[in-house]
């Protein structure tokens, strides 16, 4: 079976998704990482999308639900690199990503995830 890649980066994990997500994809990922946020005590999860260009509800609900599971074991998430094409989707779909912070790269991600407390969701423009 096919696995997403997560790295440790100090305390944070950091998922590069450059792959077509399918429903089995996702899910292992959604296993995996919550494994790892246990196994490696991280108090952040950063998944990148920009390679993605197209995002369906399945896996919409799949990164919302990542991110409270997350909450629930004590790590924030934040989705980077967006593409305006999937922003469009997920909004047409009705998909709020509750509890997601987003930011528009990497560094910007890492810069809300060292900061302390718990963040809403919010767009940090460069």
């Not at 920009?50 to 599971?69: E, P, Y």
């Not at 967006?82 to 998909?95: C, D, R, S």
Request: hydrophobic content about 50%.
């Amino acid at each position: 079976m096919d696995h997403i890649p997560i790295l440790k980066m100090g305390s944070l994990l950091l998922v590069t998704i450059q792959v077509d997500m399918h429903d089995r994809l996702a899910m292992q990922l959604q296993d995996d990482l919550t494994e790892r946020i246990v196994k490696d005590r991280a108090s952040g999860v950063l998944i990148d999308i920009s390679a993605l260009d197209i995002v369906d509800s399945f896996i919409g609900r799949m990164i919302s639900n990542t991110a409270s599971m997350a909450k629930i074991l004590d790590a924030r998430t934040v989705l980077v690199g967006m593409q305006p094409a999937v922003a469009i989707t997920l909004v047409e779909l009705g998909l709020t990503l509750d509890g997601v912070i987003t930011a528009l790269n990497v560094d910007h991600g890492i810069e809300l995830l060292k900061r302390p407390g718990r963040a809403g969701n919010r767009l940090l423009s460069l």
